[in-house]
């Protein structure tokens, strides 16, 4: 879907990401209620706003989308897919010039 797009990330994981991401994982092997998860993926959303400082990236219909940096509301509008790529490349080590897709 992004072939020759872009991503800006900082490859720093914060501590509040991290315990989301932990949350996310245990509701996941306990079964937790939709409700439970809704929150956790929000705060992911909130914490990775911050760190996914810009990009280039389209909707479906090649629409831009809204910058990233602290709005997590455009994250939490990415298909799972999507949203898993950035949490992949947000714990990636290398730089933001790297950062291109193939």
Request: include cysteine; hydrophobic fraction near 40%; glycine fraction near 6%.
């Amino acid at each position: 879907v992004h072939k020759g797009e872009w991503v800006d990330v900082l490859p720093v994981l914060s501590i509040k990401e991290m315990m989301a991401l932990l949350r996310l994982r245990r509701q996941g092997i306990a079964g937790s209620t939709g409700e439970e998860l809704e929150e956790s993926i929000t705060s992911l959303c909130e914490q990775l706003s911050r760190r996914v400082l810009d990009w280039n990236w389209t909707d479906i219909m090649g629409l831009p989308l809204p910058k990233p940096y602290r709005n997590p509301d455009v994250l939490s509008e990415l298909s799972t897919d999507e949203l898993w790529w950035l949490l992949g490349e947000a714990m990636s080590t290398e730089t933001a010039g790297d950062k291109k897709n193939a």
